[in-house]
């Protein structure tokens, strides 16, 4: 976490940036490029104002090289180079870091923020597997269902950070505070609380998915039956 306060601005409005909050996603391994920026949609705040865009996505795709020529050769190669969460490998990682900024304004005896920004970093780790001329056709198709289902998975992820960004937007918007001095620590606060919670959402959607198995982000394909 991470905060950094920009000067005041006329004396009454302060600029605030950033509360960094982050977590992650991922489909597992066995054991045995430019950024895209995304517009995640509008909002609506209470009374039914349209908030348009309140969350900013960046998108970093990164990718590993896997190689290889039979499905063994292949599991060896993403268990070597897969990305790793702690002591564990997996196939995709998504990794995600929000940071928010506003304006404090005083007004009728308590205190609002307005002009709320939410810029949400996504950062997504996939394997790219470049076929050899004699790999098997059954092999090609294998690996392009499985990658496939990985962005599929790692994207889903992608999605519940976002609705997660949301729900930081519309509550730091319904936010209200007797005194401007103690807004900032309120904020981070109620982003804390709710950064927990779609932590939570993003660790049952693996456990519901199985870390993208069940999607069919699975390797050797199989292993499916």
């Given at each position: 976490m991470r905060a950094l306060l920009l000067a005041a601005l006329l004396g009454v409005l302060t600029l605030t940036v950033h509360l960094l909050v982050g977590g992650h996603g991922h489909a597992e391994v066995p054991t045995t490029g430019a950024p895209v920026v995304v517009a995640a949609g509008s909002s609506e705040a209470?009374?039914?104002?349209?908030?348009?865009?309140?969350?900013?996505?960046?998108?970093?795709?990164?990718?590993?090289?896997?190689?290889?020529?039979?499905?063994?050769?292949?599991?060896?190669?993403?268990?070597?180079?897969?990305?790793r969460s702690g002591e564990r490998i997996f196939f995709g990682l998504t990794e995600t870091e929000m940071a928010f900024r506003y304006w404090k304004t005083p007004a009728d005896g308590e205190c609002r923020l307005e002009r709320i920004r939410i810029d949400l970093r996504v950062v997504v780790t996939i394997p790219e597997w470049r076929a050899p001329g004699e790999a098997p056709y059954r092999l090609k198709r294998d690996w392009s269902r499985f990658e496939t289902a990985l962005r599929r998975h790692e994207d889903q992820h992608r999605e519940i950070a976002e609705v997660g960004a949301r729900e930081v937007y519309r509550a730091l918007h319904a936010l209200r505070t007797p005194s401007c001095t103690t807004i900032d620590a309120t904020a981070r606060e109620v982003a804390n609380r709710l950064r927990e919670a779609n932590e939570q959402r993003q660790a049952a959607f693996d456990r519901r998915t199985g870390h993208g198995r069940t999607q069919g982000a699975v390797w050797p394909q199989s292993t499916l039956g």
């Open positions: 209470p009374g039914g104002t349209q908030l348009e865009n309140p969350v900013i996505t960046i998108i970093d795709v990164n990718t590993y090289e896997v190689t290889g020529r039979t499905a063994a050769e292949v599991l060896a190669s993403l268990q070597a180079r897969g990305p």
